[in-house]
């Protein structure tokens, strides 16, 4: 796992820290039943506060990307892959339409950007 | 680029400390900070270049004038602002000012008083009533008080608050604005100076160990954060100030335009992630590495 928290980032840091767990587990570089660091362990790895890390792990929780097993530490769910991958289409489209939008304003159009698109596959 | 302050191998020594062999040239319309452990001659420095000590060796010019034939002249047009402003402590503000302004020529009181009760110093108060922040102020507003061409500061922000600081840090930018009139400042990296400053450098040991203009040295310095694996370990030998974890290690290069290929890939696959390095970073990377 390789998360990197950055204080001028927009999104507070437990959202940091949520946001690149569930991209490890989207990736598959978290696989399911793997054990998660301990709170204590990423606090003091990543020199934030044991709340911190304590919030992130509730909400990916809450969220079912976890599961917590008293006294034996936090895992990763059995997750839908599919359900991820959806989640991260929904991510690249809003991305997309930033990059559609922006492209506007130097008339860039979509095709342009799909054409580049092919162009990157292609190298 | 015209010169505003020059300094050729200027020494001062003290029997258990020595500022050694301080070469510099100053440029006109910018603000330029001394950064530096506690100790490192931050102070000797401001003090050797405001001419309120005489120099072991070596010499400053002004102006392109020199203290040796000129030092009136100078100090005229310099408005100096000491660690520990010394004032008539049992007197009012407005006597320590009328004390003051004989000393140069071209006097503005007006703005002096704006300046006093934008910072809200009456002036009838006794300056040993003043709190350090509010004597550092009153010393500010003295130095901006006489149409100076050159402001030479020793750690003007240290005991103000934010507020004030940034008020200070304001000042400070109009002031050099017009491209005609400099700055030159010693301070803490954390006092905000790094903020505004076009120049830095680094004082250690009474060595002046680094010279460079802000943004080229923010450019070349960068904390590269990597995946364990990502970087070849022939890369990650040529960084420094290395910080190991689990989730991710990094580490600073000095020379991020030389590194910027071999990085390429795993910034594309996210598996090295490069952020702007701060100066204090910077600072004690250096100091490590001496």
């Known amino acids: 796992m390789f998360i990197v928290l950055s204080p001028s980032h927009p999104d507070p840091m437990y959202k ?42 509730l909400d990916l929780e809450n ?43 130097f008339g860039i159009s979509g095709d342009d950007i799909l054409q580049l698109v092919r162009q990157i596959q292609e190298d | 680029m015209t010169l505003i302050l020059e300094a050729r191998n200027l020494t001062k020594r003290y029997h258990d400390f020595a500022l050694k ?13 001394f950064f530096g452990p ?6 000797t420095l401001m003090r050797l270049l405001a001419h309120q000590i005489p120099a072991s060796s070596g010499a400053v010019q002004v102006f392109g004038l020199s203290y040796d034939n000129r030092e ?37 009181g007006g703005a002096l008083y704006r300046m006093l009760d934008e910072f809200k110093i009456s002036r009838e108060t006794a300056v040993k009533h003043l709190s350090r922040g509010q004597r550092t102020l009153l010393s500010i507003a003295l130095a901006f008080s006489h149409e100076a061409d050159l402001l030479m500061l020793d750690e003007p922000t240290a005991g103000l608050d934010i507020i004030l600081r940034r008020a200070i840090l304001e000042r400070l930018r109009q002031f050099v604005a ?36 802000k943004d080229e040295l923010l450019a070349r310095w960068k904390r590269i954060h990597f995946r364990e694996g990502a970087l070849s370990p022939d890369l990650v030998r040529q960084l420094t100030d290395m910080r190991m974890q689990p989730f991710g290690s990094s580490g600073l290069t000095r020379d991020f335009s030389a590194l910027r290929e071999q990085l390429a890939p795993g910034i594309a696959s996210g598996d090295v992630v490069v952020e702007n390095a701060r100066l204090d970073e910077v600072l004690i990377a250096m100091l490590k590495g001496e």
Not at chain 1, 70 to 97: H, P
Not at chain 2, 21 to 33: F, K, R
């Open chain 1, 63 to 105: 969220e079912g990307y976890i599961f917590t097993r008293a006294g034996m530490g936090s895992f990763v769910a059995g997750i839908d892959r599919n359900r991820l991958r959806a989640e991260k289409l929904a991510e690249y489209r809003t991305e997309l339409s930033r990059i559609l939008a922006t492209g506007a304003k």
């Open chain 2, 72 to 108: 009136k002249e100078i100090k005229n047009r310099i408005g100096y602002v000491p660690q520990e402003p010394s004032f008539y402590a049992d007197r009012s503000v407005g006597f320590n000012a009328r004390f003051a302004a004989p000393f140069f020529a071209r006097w503005d």
């Open chain 2, 38 to 43: 506690i100790g490192a001659g931050k102070t």
């Open chain 2, 178 to 213: 017009g491209g005609e009139r400099t700055v030159v400042v010693a301070s803490h990296i954390t006092d905000g100076l790094e903020e505004i400053a076009e120049y830095v450098n680094f004082l250690d040991e009474g060595k002046l160990v680094f010279q460079s203009e």
């Open chain 2, 21 to 33: 062999d301080i070469s510099l040239e100053i440029p006109c319309g910018c603000i330029v900070a």
């Open chain 1, 16 to 57: 940091q820290v949520t946001d690149q767990i569930k991209n490890a587990i989207a990736s598959g570089d978290l696989k399911p039943d793997e054990r998660l660091p301990s709170v204590r362990e990423l606090s003091e790895a990543l020199k934030i506060s044991a709340i911190t890390i304590k919030r992130a792990y």
